[in-house]
């Protein structure tokens, strides 16, 4: 594993500029790259075009999406890259269609992913406290996970065939952030799913 691609999806509002998704994705891009990774970014912010960022899937070997959680999903402006990038990607750049066909529809829905030997790794920033997930007294989420909120997100990959990487989050970044020590954490998350590349692969 070599390549990291890098998503920032975070998407500009009044009480959000997106500091925070921005200095993530430089932390891990600084972080990775000074273990001898090649690091590509894409922005929402940005303009990009559909075949750049097929190249961009097909080239990595991990994929790191940075996004806030607005409204309890990504931001619309990722919405529209998925319609549109991953849509065009359906023909064999990152899956070949849902896996069945129509001389045999039997197969199993999901498994035309073409991005079997790519990973995936979410790192999301939300206003929510930890303590609101995986526990059965709280009102809101009812004992899920952030995980679960987000396993819409968890299937788009594995429509590709992607492999997960354990989530980051960081919580309460709004009403009790603890900015520090989730750069710590962060940092920590990074070295333990992306080692130090020795120097015979650089």
């Known amino acids: 594993m070599k390549n990291i691609f890098i998503i920032n999806a975070h998407e500009a509002y009044p009480f959000s500029e997106g500091k925070l ?26 303009d990009y075009g559909v075949e750049q960022e097929l190249k961009k899937h097909q080239w ?34 990152l899956c070949d269609g849902d896996g069945r066909s129509r001389q045999d529809p039997s197969q199993q829905y999901g498994t035309g992913g073409t991005l079997t030997d790519t990973k995936y790794m979410l790192s999301l920033t939300l206003n ?9 007294n709280q009102w809101f989420f009812e004992g899920k996970g952030l995980d679960d909120l ?35 954490r962060f940092e920590a998350h990074l070295n333990q799913h992306f080692k130090r590349l020795p120097s015979n692969y650089l």
């Not at 972080?31 to 970014?41: E, T």
């Not at 999406?65 to 750049?93: C, H, I």
């Not at 987000?150 to 989050?169: D, E, R, S, V, Y």
């Open 21 to 46: 998704n921005a200095t993530l994705v430089e932390k891990a891009k600084t972080n990775l790259i000074q273990k001898g990774y090649d690091v590509r970014i894409t922005m929402m912010k940005d």
């Open 60 to 93: 990595a070997d991990a994929l790191i999406l940075q996004s806030p959680v607005n409204w309890m999903e990504v931001p619309w402006s990722f919405k529209r890259y998925m319609d549109t990038v991953y849509s065009a990607g359906m023909g064999g750049q």
């Open 128 to 136: 929510a406290p930890q303590q609101a997930f995986n526990d059965p």
């Open 150 to 184: 987000f396993w819409p997100m968890h299937l788009n990959f594995k429509f590709f065939g992607m492999q997960p990487i354990a989530t980051f989050a960081c919580f309460d970044v709004m009403k009790n952030p603890d900015i520090e020590n989730d750069f710590i």
